[in-house]
C-alpha cells in the first residue's frame, strides 16, 4: 500500500472512457504535475453514480463523472495541503467555485480538470496501533462445585383467568341477548294498539287500497281464460269472410251468421 493517497473527481469523465490504458497516462501527468512528482500510480477508479450521483441527462456536455485515487510514496504537495485549509473548506462549505490559487490548477486537458471540494487526502504512513492479542488460558474451567439447579417454580391456580376470559365474555352475551329480546319482542305496539290511535278515515284509506291490491290480483290470475265468443270476429261459412265482431251485449244476436 502506498502510504500518500489522494482522490480526484473528474466531472467531464466516464467510467467507460477513463479504462483505457493512454486515458489513464494522459490523467497521470497532469496530476503529477499538481503532486510534482512523477513516482505516481492509480489505485482506483470508480463511478459516480456508485457513490450516489445523479444519471445525467442524455445530452452533449453532461457526463457521469468519475473519481480517480492515486498513491505515491512522496508526500503531499503545498496544493494538495491548500484543500485542508480553514478558508478552502468554508468556500466548499458556502456552494461556490472553488479554484486553488498560486498556479496548482494544472490540466492540460479539460476533461481532466478536478473537482477541487471533493478532492481527498489519505495518509497511511503511520499505521494505527494494532490492539493486543487475546491471552491464551489453559482450555480448562475452574472447578465450581457442583452443579446446582434453579428451583422450579410454584404451582400457579389458572382458575381466575378461567373466570375472567370465559365466563365473563359469557355473561355478558347473555344479557345482551336478553336485552335485544326485550326491546324487539315486548316493546313493540302491535296492531291493536296502532289501530286504536289511528283515525277511521285513514283506516278506511288503508281497507280500501288493500281490497283494491286484492282485486288486481284476482284479475291478473284470470289473464289465462278461454276469451268469450262475443270477442271473436263473425265467420260466414258460405263466403268464408269475417266480419268485425258486434259491439253490444244483447245475446239475441248471433255470433255466425246463417245461410240465406
Not at 500510480?41 to 468519475?66: C, S
Request: with cysteine; aromatic share 8%; glycine share 6%.
Amino acid at each position: 500500500m502506498l502510504p500518500y493517497q489522494a482522490e480526484f473527481f473528474l466531472k467531464l469523465r466516464e467510467v467507460e472512457k477513463v479504462l483505457p490504458s493512454n486515458v489513464q497516462e494522459e490523467i497521470k501527468r497532469d496530476l503529477q504535475k499538481l503532486w510534482k512528482t512523477t513516482q505516481l500510480e492509480i489505485v482506483n477508479i470508480t463511478n459516480a453514480l456508485d457513490r450516489g450521483g445523479r444519471v445525467p441527462l442524455p445530452l452533449a456536455g453532461h457526463y457521469e463523472g468519475v473519481y480517480v485515487k492515486v498513491g505515491s510514496e512522496q508526500y503531499f504537495s503545498e496544493c494538495l495541503l491548500k484543500v485542508l485549509t480553514p478558508e478552502q473548506q468554508r468556500q466548499c462549505e458556502s456552494g461556490a467555485r472553488v479554484k486553488i490559487p498560486g498556479g496548482c490548477n494544472y490540466c492540460n486537458i479539460p476533461s481532466n480538470c478536478i473537482t477541487w471540494c471533493k478532492t481527498q487526502l489519505f495518509d497511511f504512513s503511520s499505521p494505527e496501533p494494532t490492539p493486543p492479542p487475546p491471552t491464551m488460558g489453559p482450555g480448562i474451567l475452574e472447578d465450581g462445585g457442583d452443579f446446582d439447579p434453579l428451583e422450579s417454580p410454584p404451582d400457579r391456580d389458572f382458575l381466575p383467568d378461567y373466570l375472567v376470559t370465559v365466563i365473563v365474555p359469557l355473561v355478558l352475551a347473555v344479557v345482551l341477548c336478553v336485552l335485544l329480546a326485550y326491546v324487539m319482542c315486548c316493546r313493540r305496539e302491535g296492531v291493536d294498539k296502532r289501530n286504536a290511535k289511528t283515525s277511521e278515515i285513514q283506516l278506511y284509506h288503508h281497507h280500501t287500497i288493500f281490497g283494491n291490491r286484492d282485486e288486481l290480483r284476482s284479475m291478473a290470475e284470470g289473464r289465462g281464460v278461454t276469451p268469450p265468443l262475443s270477442t271473436l270476429p263473425m265467420f260466414n261459412f258460405r263466403t268464408g269472410e269475417r266480419g268485425p265482431p258486434l259491439q253490444s251485449d244483447s245475446p239475441s244476436i248471433p255470433l255466425i251468421m246463417a245461410q240465406q
